[in-house]
């Protein structure tokens, strides 16, 4: 799974303003793709524009979050249950949820293709758990 962690993100991981295994909330939203990822992405009102609408949608919060002695930030597969539409999911977005979307910070964006069909939509992150990775090389 691609992943993008924008420069705001590298910035607070480095000032320990995230802490992906400690406390704080997480969550998981979709988006289309009208959305398009950069590293100037700062906040989750960007990404917001271009989330999913069905009603059946909702964020998810992330579950199991650990850091790996290789910078690997891990959580648990996000899963959105029974979640209808027809909007093809291009992006799950992981944001730190703090009051509203103006200055929740997007932590990273990966690529998440599918479309919902009425059941559970998951978010396999990449098969090993690993969400995105702050490893440099």
């Not at 691609?2 to 406390?23: E, N, T």
Request: proline share 4%.
């Amino acid at each position: 799974m691609g992943q993008l962690v924008p420069a705001l993100s590298r910035k607070l991981h480095a000032q320990g303003s995230i802490a992906w295994d400690g406390g704080g909330e997480f969550d998981v939203m979709l988006c289309s793709s009208a959305y398009v990822p950069s590293d100037a992405d700062t906040y989750a009102a960007t990404p917001a524009a271009h989330e999913l609408t069905d009603g059946s949608y909702a964020r998810v919060a992330t579950t199991g979050r650990s850091v790996s002695s290789a910078a690997e930030c891990k959580a648990d597969n996000a899963v959105f249950p029974l979640l209808g539409g027809s909007t093809a999911v291009a992006w799950a977005v992981v944001i730190k949820k703090v009051t509203n979307d103006a200055d929740s910070p997007i932590v990273a964006v990966c690529a998440c293709v599918g479309t919902p069909d009425g059941a559970d939509f998951t978010v396999d992150w990449d098969g090993a758990g690993i969400v995105y990775s702050l490893d440099a090389a």
